[in-house]
């Protein structure tokens, strides 16, 4: 079912959401990131195959309905939703929009029960090593905000463990490259959108430096100054 899901959703409506200031996934790391490689087979809409992976789901015929959780509030996650729910009614799946403020989102996919049927999180490595982001796909990172899928691959959380162990770094990085194509081929999220940023300012503002760790928007203002009389 998630592998239809993913063959079934708009890719290019979701980067009309940032007016094509985007580039879509090709791997769950982003592109820049030490070890990444574009995996052969990122899903992308081909509604043939999503509906012969819903063939073999236990609802061929779709006639279901999934909940997607987004923050209250946030316009560019609403429209997300809406992109997936619009994707889904070629396949008979019918998405129930729920906005929640971020504390209940985060407290309901912290359970597997309790864990809606999808999400819409961004998510940035807080560090340039790959571990930064391959660790939000190893079980030990259940119960936090990037791990709302509850995804469970004892190889890839070895692999993990290995590769954080290691100070071998072509060891690494063939490590992350079996990590990143089990993490596609399992499907435990719709991959979606790396977004361009883009900050205006002024041009009397001096001091701004670009840094990729920076959640998104974030901005040092420790070293920002005003060059105006």
């Keep these: ?8 959703f708009d ?6 959401v940032y007016n094509g200031a985007a580039s879509l996934e090709t791997s769950p790391f982003p592109d820049a990131m030490m070890g990444h490689i574009e995996v052969p087979g990122m899903p992308r809409r081909d509604l043939d195959k999503a509906r012969e992976y819903l063939a073999k789901s236990a609802y061929p ?30 396949l008979n799946i019918t998405v129930e929009l729920q906005p929640e403020q ?14 809606p049927n999808m999400v819409s999180v961004f998510t940035t490595p807080v560090s340039t090593d790959p571990d930064a982001v391959a660790y939000q796909y190893h ?12 995804y469970d691959n004892s190889d890839v959380s070895q692999w993990i463990d290995e590769a954080r162990a290691t100070t071998d770094e072509e060891a690494r990085k063939v490590l992350y490259a079996k990590i990143q ?9 719709v991959f979606g959108m790396l977004q361009n940023r883009r900050w205006a300012r002024r041009d009397y503002l001096k001091g701004f430096q670009f840094s990729p760790v920076h959640f998104t928007g974030e901005v040092d203002l420790y070293q920002l100054w005003i060059d105006a009389e």
């Design 102 to 115: 971020w504390p209940n989102m985060v407290a309901l996919g912290s359970q597997v029960d309790t864990a």
């Design 139 to 150: 079980k030990n990172s259940w119960g936090q905000y990037y791990a709302m899928a509850h």
């Design 1 to 8: 079912l998630r592998k239809a899901i993913a063959y079934a």
């Design 181 to 189: 194509t089990q993490i596609v081929a399992d499907q435990p999220e």
């Design 61 to 90: 015929d779709g006639g279901l309905a999934l909940k997607f959780v987004h923050v209250a509030g946030h316009e560019e996650s609403r429209r997300i939703a809406l992109v997936m729910l619009d994707s889904l009614k070629a």
């Design 11 to 16: 890719y290019e409506a979701l980067l009309a």
